[in-house]
């Protein structure tokens, strides 16, 4: 499958690309015989937009508190590995069975 550019970044295969609030905005159609009414589209078009915007910052919101708590997980992980680890010294058959 071939890469697919938007804002002149390429994306990798595999991976939707994003709209924009940019080119949501910017889209023009092609005019036809008995069409809609533009100005009814580029209101649709503009609550699109502003819909974009919206999540787009909702998703870099989220994946910061992702971050932040993937990050709190490690270093949990890492101070509970180190209180469990056993005593330097090994006694031998040193349990009550």
């Given at each position: 499958m071939a890469q697919v550019y938007r804002g002149?970044?390429?994306y990798p295969?595999?991976?939707p690309a994003r709209l924009t609030?940019?080119?949501v905005r910017a889209r023009e159609f092609a005019t036809?015989?008995?069409g809609v009414d533009p100005d009814e589209v580029r209101e649709?078009?503009?609550r699109v937009a502003?819909?974009?915007a919206m999540l787009n910052?909702?998703?870099r919101l989220l994946s910061q508190e992702n971050d932040r708590i993937k990050r709190a997980l490690r270093?949990?992980?890492i101070m509970h590995a180190q209180e469990c680890r056993p005593p330097q010294e090994h006694h031998r058959n040193s349990g009550h069975w």
């Open positions: 002149g970044q390429p295969a595999g991976y609030p940019h080119e036809r015989r008995r649709f078009q503009a502003d819909e974009v910052e909702a998703v270093d949990w992980q």
